[in-house]
């Protein structure tokens, strides 16, 4: 309802639409494609998901790319030559897969901003003399399975084979997904088209990502943008602790009882404790299940998630260990057993200097103060950072910077500074 009064603005300017205001549009355009009804949820290889790579590519076409392509994982890669053929690319981009019930720019608005630039460079018959390529990262939120990164993993050439068995809440594996979406009829062939993604860091000259902040930094400060000093690093589990199901009604009170969702519910007070006592640092379980759970049955499993991080690996690795522990302890002390599968660990991805200096330059020729700050979020470019120098541009979100939430927004105002920042940036190269 808050956006109903933009809306209006976008449809009276039609074809005029400034910059910002299209990149407005789009987001909207794209938050059409759902697999809930009311909510906005596009997981990796769902037919909404699949609709979305078709919409971004349709769009990187009617734009000006001189190639568009949806590669073996699904990310759409478009390129806009520059005018030096031989001078190495400028690579960007972000994802446009979404959390359940997430909202319209995490991770959207990176792509959608480089494509305005793109149209309007297009537009003007302008090339600067590096070219670009846009990578639409087909999955970066862990949604439907528990890899993560998978696109910017094969892009670094990290992709791990056993991921194509990893499989989703209906038992599809991931290799299932991708044939049903028609990439590839067997591992080995989806395998080999995957491999074949790795970039080589030579043809490029650095990677940069503009993302909705997704905190109240910008918003509290009255600021449009901000220069990413950092990337936070992360551990990530899936784990399982194993007790043993009886009567709800017959089962006394004590040793004898072994409920897994009390040991649970221990642990996540543990992982808030734990984490408030160290530095900076933030632990959640944001998965919290009893499989097949019934209200008169002592919970016999309870399935839960770990997500750890710190700005400092050091930190990051002591409230793992210190987590680790505890569960261990709680286990031990009930009685219990428990399995547990790391998904994610990656190191904090400070940015480079030479690209951070870059976006703080072209922030300061719009007239704006430059802003730093670490990102307590995860992202493509942490992944990206493995192979080339990467620096993020971070845009203020509304609603004290809310996300991972449908009240999540961007103005078309931002937008316009993030279009206006990217090509700043662009054509210093
Ligand atoms: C992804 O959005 C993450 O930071 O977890
Ligand atoms: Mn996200
Ligand atoms: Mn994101
Ligand atoms: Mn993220």
Known sequence: IH??????????????????????DWAEQLAVHSEADDALTVTYMSPAHRACARKLAGWMQSCGFDEVQIDALGNVVGRYF??????????????????????????????LVAMATVQGMKALGHRPRHGLELVAFAEEEAQRFPATFLAASAL????????????????????????????????????????????????????????????????AAGLPLGVV?????????????????????????????????????????????????????????????????????VPGRCRFSLDLRAPRD??????????????DAICERRGLHYSLRPTLSIDAAPSHPDWQARWEAAVQRLGLPVHRMPSGAGHDAMKMHEILPQAMLFVRGG???????????VSAHDAQLAVEAFEILWNSL
């Open 399 to 409: 609603n004290a910077g809310i996300s991972h939430n449908p009240l999540e927004t």
């Open 82 to 111: 520059g005018s030096d053929p031989s001078a190495p690319l400028l690579m960007t981009g972000s994802h446009y897969d979404t959390v359940r019930n997430g909202g319209r720019y995490d991770g959207r608005l990176g792509i």
């Open 229 to 297: 000093s950092s990337i936070n690093g992360s551990h990530r589990y899936t784990g399982e602790i194993v007790g043993q199901a009886s009567h709800a009604g017959t089962t006394p009170m004590g040793a004898g009882r072994r409920d897994a969702a009390a040991a649970a519910a221990e642990l996540v007070l543990q992982v808030e404790r734990i984490a408030t006592q160290l530095p900076e640092a933030v632990g959640t379980v944001g998965m919290l299940e009893v499989p097949g759970g019934s209200i008169n049955v």
């Open 314 to 327: 050091a930190v990051r690795d002591r409230l793992r260990d210190e987590v680790l522990h505890a569960l």
């Open 156 to 219: 670094v050439g990290r992709f791990e084979p056993q991921w194509l068995a990893q499989q989703d809440a209906q038992s599809v594996t991931m290799a299932e997904a991708l044939q049903a979406a028609g990439h590839g009829a067997q591992p080995s062939a989806q395998l080999d088209s995957i491999a074949a993604l790795q970039r080589d860091p030579k043809q490029y000259l650095g990677f940069v990502e503009v993302h909705i902040e997704q905190g109240p930094v910008l918003d």
């Open 3 to 24: 956006r109903i009064a933009e809306l209006r603005l976008a449809e009276k300017f039609g074809e005029d639409l400034s910059a910002g205001e299209q990149v407005w």
